[in-house]
C-alpha cells in the first residue's frame, strides 16, 4: 500500500486546479457510494484527483487508486480495502473500475461491511449500474461526466467567467447574452476552433496530435470498452468501427435497418443493439419522433455523431458544414433537455420548442406557423428578429 500512497501524492503534485469542472460540486455531497462515467478522455481521472486536493485531507485517510493497476491481478479490491480501513482510511477513490472483473460485488461487499468508508469510483461510459449489477442500483449514486461544452472550452481556454444559460433565458434574452458574451470574445473568432478541438479536455494540452488520438479513442471504445461488456465477434468491431466513418460523412444518418442487417449478415434487433452499445459509449447520439412510448428494439429516425470533433477525426473528407450546426445543437442541448426529431423543422426541445437549424440566411418558412419556433442560425453574433445564434447554445451547461 505505500506504493499506491506514493504514487497517489505523485499524482495530487501534477494535478491543477486552474478549471474543475462544475461536477465536481456533486462530489461534495455525503453520498457513500458515488460513481462517474464518462468516455475515454473527457477527465474522469482529473475530476477525482482534484477533488481530493481541493477538498480531502491528504493523509493516510485519503487514497486514489487505478484498478489497471498490475497490483489488483493478484491482489483482490476487497481485502486491499480492509487493510485502507485498518490504517484509517476513510475516502477511497477508485479509478477505472470497469478493468476489474468483479467489480460490481465486490463493492457492494465493501460497502455493506465497512460502513464508515466512503467510495468514488470512475468508469467506463458503458457501465449499466442497475439491478443485475449485484444490487448496486440500490446503493450506488451514478452521475455521467460528459465532453466540454462550449461555455465550459471558453472558460478553460480563454480565462473567462461565462455563465450557463436555460433554454428559456436563451429564447427570451438572446441580445442581451449576445452582448455580455461579445464583449469578453468574439464567440465566431473560436467557434470553428471548438467545433474540430474542443469536446475533449486533453486538446488543450496538445492539439497537433488531437484528431489522431481521437480516432484512436474511437476505435479503442469499440474494441475495448464496448467488447469487455458485449460478446462481439471481430466482424462486429470491424462493422461498428466503418459505421461511425460513415456516420462522419453522412450525419444526420437515417438508418435503414433491413439494409445494414443484409450488409454484415445478421438480424435487425442484432444491428439496434449495436447502435444502443455505440450510444452507451458516447460515440452516436439517436433521436426519435415521438418523445415517449420508444422501446429497446425500435429503430431511432436519425443518427449522430456524439460530437463535432468525432466528425473530424473520423471523416475522411471535408466534414459538412450543416450536419456539424446540427450536430454541434444536438451535441449541447441533448445533455439539459429532452430532444426529439421534429415534423416540422429540425428538433423538438422540451414538447415545447421547435428549433430550425441553418446558416445566416436561413429562412423561416418551414416553421412560420408553429409557435415557439425559432431559426438557430450559424454565422451571427447577434439574434435577428426569430433567428437565434448558433453558438449560444453551447451556454446550456
Known amino acids: 500500500m505505500e506504493k499506491q500512497f506514493e504514487y497517489f501524492n505523485q499524482l495530487i503534485q501534477a494535478t491543477s486546479l486552474y478549471y474543475i469542472r462544475p461536477l465536481i460540486q456533486f462530489l461534495e455531497k455525503p453520498n457513500r457510494l458515488v460513481g462517474i462515467k464518462g468516455a ?14 481541493q477538498s480531502l485531507p491528504l493523509d493516510q485517510s485519503t487514497l486514489y487508486i487505478s484498478l489497471d493497476d498490475p497490483l489488483f491481478l493478484t491482489h483482490s479490491l476487497v481485502d486491499f480495502s480492509s487493510d ?32 464508515q468508508l466512503r467510495i468514488i469510483f470512475t468508469g467506463s461510459s458503458v457501465l449499466h449500474i442497475d439491478s443485475s449489477t449485484a444490487d448496486l442500483s440500490r446503493r450506488a449514486v451514478i452521475r455521467t461526466l460528459y465532453g466540454l461544452s462550449f461555455r465550459e472550452y471558453l472558460n478553460w481556454n480563454y480565462d473567462l467567467e461565462l455563465k450557463s444559460y436555460t433554454l428559456e433565458e436563451i429564447i427570451k434574452s438572446s441580445n442581451t ?15 470553428d476552433e471548438y467545433l474540430k478541438l474542443g469536446y475533449y479536455p486533453y486538446s488543450i494540452e496538445n492539439s497537433e496530435f488531437y484528431l489522431e488520438k481521437l480516432r484512436e ?41 433491413s439494409k445494414l442487417s443484409q450488409r454484415i449478415g445478421t438480424s435487425r434487433n442484432t444491428i439496434i443493439k449495436l447502435l444502443h452499445l455505440l450510444e452507451d459509449a458516447q460515440l452516436i447520439h439517436r433521436l426519435y419522433r ?14 449522430f455523431l456524439n460530437d463535432t470533433n468525432l466528425m473530424h477525426a473520423l ?44 446558416g445566416p440566411h436561413k429562412k423561416q418558412y418551414q416553421i412560420v406557423a408553429l409557435r415557439h419556433a425559432y ?23
Open 217 to 257: 479513442t474511437a476505435r479503442i471504445a469499440i474494441e475495448s470498452d464496448i467488447r469487455s461488456y458485449h460478446e462481439l465477434g471481430p466482424d462486429m468491431v470491424l462493422f461498428l468501427i466503418k459505421f461511425l466513418s460513415i456516420l462522419a460523412d453522412s450525419v444526420p444518418f437515417i438508418p435503414n435497418i
Open 177 to 191: 447574452i449576445s452582448h455580455k458574451v461579445v464583449g469578453k470574445i468574439k464567440p465566431l473568432s473560436v467557434f
Open 315 to 358: 471523416s475522411w473528407s471535408e466534414v459538412n458544414r450543416g450536419a456539424l450546426r446540427e450536430t454541434f445543437f444536438v451535441s449541447q442541448v441533448r445533455q439539459a433537455y429532452p430532444i426529439r426529431i421534429a415534423s416540422q423543422g429540425d428538433f423538438v426541445v422540451n414538447d415545447k420548442f421547435t428549433f430550425e437549424v441553418g
Open 84 to 115: 485502507f480501513v485498518k490504517y484509517g482510511g476513510r475516502t477511497l477513490l477508485i479509478d477505472e473500475v470497469h478493468r476489474y472483473p468483479s467489480w460490481s460485488r465486490e463493492l457492494k461487499f465493501i460497502y455493506d461491511s465497512h460502513p
Open 290 to 303: 415521438q418523445s415517449s412510448g420508444i422501446t429497446r428494439l425500435q429503430k431511432p429516425d436519425k443518427v
Open 40 to 53: 475515454r478522455g473527457v477527465g474522469k481521472t482529473t475530476l477525482l484527483l482534484q477533488y481530493a486536493k
Open 375 to 397: 431559426i438557430v442560425a450559424d454565422g451571427i453574433e447577434y439574434p435577428v428578429g426569430q433567428k437565434i445564434p448558433l453558438w449560444q447554445f453551447g451556454l446550456v451547461r
